[in-house]
């Protein structure tokens, strides 16, 4: 069952608010008929879907010759795309780690694999600079690239990140990538401080990252594809899909290799009928397929908040912020080059550890609100915590307030490529809050499997592929979790250092004794004792000593 129309109306926000003028494509096509027959049909006007209508109508692009129909249920970039954080931060050492911890707890890819999806974080940056540098709109989208800081609060956790780069280093070294990924740590604090201007840090990590005005950047890409000369390609706003069946085909415009495979689409304008199907739906993937298919429960929608600071004096010009930011808690910002507004995300940690917010409250489409307590702490943010912050003027400080639907991903990777028994039908989706970093290392290798019907693994790691058996192995992980008495417990768990923000498997234990995750013994794997959200936490358990869990 398909989520739109949507019975509410959506925040704005900072990125919607400032690209709303004539060159926007607000309303494309909102009432023009649909053609009846595509080669190729996209679903789903964000990042995902317009860098994949860029690469396809290139010359020489899969959509070369072709006709190429983009549909949306809203506006371009109206999803996560025009709400999120900016941020291009491709991971480094941290979730090398995270990647190789076993399913259902992390990702459980090998050592190899963990290094190479890293690097694909890092080619997606440079594909980004490369198609920004081409067409020459750096300063339309506000694009910046530099270094993001990662600051850590607590120092005795500075030796192991240590080892845990090295062995980033080492993986890397062994599969021939070449340098350090051009990454360090400022294991001082004074020094720490003085780079990052973030008060109170033990040190901090730099590594390459960028930022961009996402709005700009998706209108950007899907107004280079409708420019195309070799492809006939067209966008269709406020045009939802309410479903697609496979049946045979009587067209006479489809190429005799499409015909049997032919995809009818219904959406709120009438049919269309396409030789191959594309959902680039993130949050919405899981409406088009049944309940007994285990893609269905294998990307869950997330909600989402950032607010726009506007910085004092002291935090413009000359005196802005050199770098992005990840900070301690699961914050981070990007300030933009042109207008020197910052974009705060993340504090949602805080809330739940606060008991101000419910986990299961962040499992909705709905971003059509804001959270009254989640406000407050963006508004304090900068202020609590950049050195010499001083004081805001009126029209400084909070200026905005908008959410966004992200994914929470079972296996922490995208879903990419054709879907399992279903031919000519395509996903590309499940980005969690990272789609900056992957979205196009995913849209320039789904493009060229759309051109060559094979998966390339020198473009995107092979554990990004949908297969049938990947999609079991995530399903297995967690039936033998629950044999185990093991419960999914969708919180923003924290370590004691408050940086981790992981999905856990707890075991309730009323005797306050600590619980078990993923079959290990307290100490035994993972490296910090956490504490669950009191959100899941009945009063009559937390009294007992509730749950235990430990955060790999
Ligand atoms: C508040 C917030 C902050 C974030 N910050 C960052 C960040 O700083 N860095 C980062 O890397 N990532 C961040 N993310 C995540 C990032 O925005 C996403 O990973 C990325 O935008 C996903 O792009 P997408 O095109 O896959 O999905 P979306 O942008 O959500 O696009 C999917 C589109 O599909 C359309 N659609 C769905 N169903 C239908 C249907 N039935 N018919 C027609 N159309 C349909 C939707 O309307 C939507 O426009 C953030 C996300 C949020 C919400």
Redesign the pocket.
Known sequence: M???PQPFISTCSHWQATNKGPSSLYLINKDTPLPKEADIVI????????ALAYFLTRPGGEGEGKKVVL???????????????????PATYKSFHGLQAPLPTGAGVSRDEAARIIQAERDNLEIISEIIEKEGIAETVDFWRGHLCETHSVKDKLQKRKEMYEDWLSARRDLGLKGNGDTSFIADADEAIKVSRHQGIASCHLRPAGSVH?HKL?TALATLALASTTSDFSIHSW????SFSQTPSSSSFLSEKFKPKTWTIK?SKGEIVAGRLVL??????K??FPESEAIQSHIRPR????ALITPPPSYSGAQSLKHTYNMTGGY?L?QSRLSGGI?L?GGWDDLVRDGRAKDEERETVN?SQVGEEWTKLLADYCKTNFVNWGEEGYGEGLTRV??????SVKDYLPLVGEVPSSPGLFV??G?????????FSCARALSQTLQTGSWDDSLLPRSFEITAERLERVQEAERKAEREGLEEVMISAVGEDGEERIRVYAKKKLDGSVGVVGGAEKGEKGETMGRASKSMLGKKEEEKGGWGCLIC
């Open positions: 398909s989520t739109f679903v789903g006007g964000g990042m995902m879907g317009c549909l949306e249920a809203k506006d371009i970039a109206s999803g996560a795309t025009g709400r999120n954080g900016g941020h291009v931060g996402s998706c045009t939802p899909i309410s959406t680039a739906t993130n949050a919405h993937t409406n088009f909600l989402a908040q950032c981070y990007v974009i995300g971003d908008w959410t966004g639907i992200l994914t590309s989706a980005f969690e809050g990272h789609g900056m970093s992957r979205i």
